[in-house]
């Protein structure tokens, strides 16, 4: 069982950067993939990031490509996205989710464990 818990959202912005940060409970997260989702008001949770366990992997959405960063540190059970050059369709609650299978993976129904979410607000 893996218990994940979002911090650093807030407002931000255009051009602007944020770090989002991703807590997790449990001895085994460092073998499972990781991945950030976002959800804005009236559209669908969609794909932001993800990396792999031992993060040698890495793939991103292509709105987010050369802008967000994802990272990890298993020593701390830690994961991270960097958000730079923040534009206001940025704006969204923002997910991190994690994958026993270990991979980075892009679609939703292949995470086990979710967190509840921080807001992200980017203003023009």
């Known amino acids: 069982q893996v218990q994940l818990v979002e911090s650093g959202g807030g407002l931000v912005q255009a051009g602007g950067s944020l770090r989002l940060s991703c807590a997790a409970s449990?001895?085994?997260?460092?073998?499972?993939?990781m991945g950030w989702f976002r959800q804005a008001p009236g559209k669908e949770r969609e794909f932001v990031a993800a990396i792999s366990w031992s993060g040698g992997s890495t793939t991103y959405a292509d709105s987010v490509k050369g802008r967000f960063t994802i990272s990890r540190d298993n020593s701390k059970n830690m994961g991270y996205l960097q958000m730079n050059s923040q534009k206001p369709e940025d704006t969204a609650v923002y997910y991190c989710?994690?994958?026993?299978?270990?991979?980075?993976?892009?679609?939703?129904?292949?995470?086990?464990?979710w967190g509840q979410g921080t807001q992200v607000t980017v203003s023009s």
């Open positions: 449990g001895r085994t997260f460092s073998r499972y993939g």
């Open positions: 989710a994690a994958d026993r299978g270990g991979r980075a993976q892009t679609r939703r129904y292949e995470y086990d464990y």
